[in-house]
């Protein structure tokens, strides 16, 4: 079992206080799904991400499985590492879906445990599907190699395997953007980054992110994600929300941008 590591910082540590916090972060949305095969979604503290997470969430539609992919802050595990393991939260429970995770070709996927232990960026995403939906699986990938090379590999091993085993699959990408520069600079370098996400150009993505030295943290998730949708037939994304942290505490000289993508 994969215990929750950031329950009580980065999002409450009770249930019921826990939902009404979600609940907070979709109101006055619209709940209508759309048929998305990808998305981009914060990780911070759900005081300041979550508004701009569940613009995503809200528009998610049902699935068998969501494989959901994060950067590897801790620097602990394998370079792409696949979890096996039950993981809990204050919600309750969600299984790993180990049929889907058999499935991988695991050229470039191994499985280790040891990277999830005290990551955050997939914990975090969790709660979230748990307010939305039931009876759904995970496949938590971290991912502490990023270049472009090994992004591509990583979404071309999704793709395969969600050919091969068939099942209703949506795949997220846990990012947080341009870190600790005033609001302005990181609006306009994340605006100039996000521009080639919402071509679904990888490799001018990965230009624009060493043109500019870039803080985006979760860059080879976003990139593998991207691979893998559109190897199973995605044509377009769409910016459902940018925030960044000034939004929520009015302190805009040095912030984190937030981005809700979704690609269908």
Known sequence: MRFPAVAGQF????????????????TGLSGIERPVLGAVVPHAGYR???????????????????????????????????????????MGEVSSDTELIDALPKKIIYIDETAHRYEHSIEVQLPFLQY???????????????????????????AE??????????????????HYQPDNIARENDAYFLDSIMKMDVPAFYRKLYERSATVCGYGPVSAMLAATKK?????????????????????SGVVGYAGIIVE
């Open 11 to 26: 999002y409450p540590s009770g249930k019921n206080d826990l939902a009404r916090e979600i609940s907070r972060c979709f």
């Open 48 to 90: 300041y991400s979550g508004r701009t997470a569940a613009h995503v969430y809200d528009v998610l539609p049902e699935a068998d499985t969501f494989i959901i992919l994060g950067p590897n802050h801790t620097g602990y595990g394998s370079p792409v590492s696949v979890s096996r393991e039950n993981w809990s939260t204050p």
């Open 132 to 158: 939305r939906f039931s009876g759904f699986g995970i496949v938590p990938v971290c991912m502490g190699m990023q270049d472009e090379e090994t992004a591509i590999e990583v979404g071309e091993e999704i």
């Open 161 to 178: 395997a969600i050919s091969r085993i068939g099942k209703k699959v949506v795949i997220i990408a846990s990012s947080d953007f341009t």
């Open 232 to 252: 199973l037939g995605a044509t377009k994304a769409k910016l459902l929300d940018y925030s960044t942290s000034g939004d929520a505490t009015g302190d805009l």
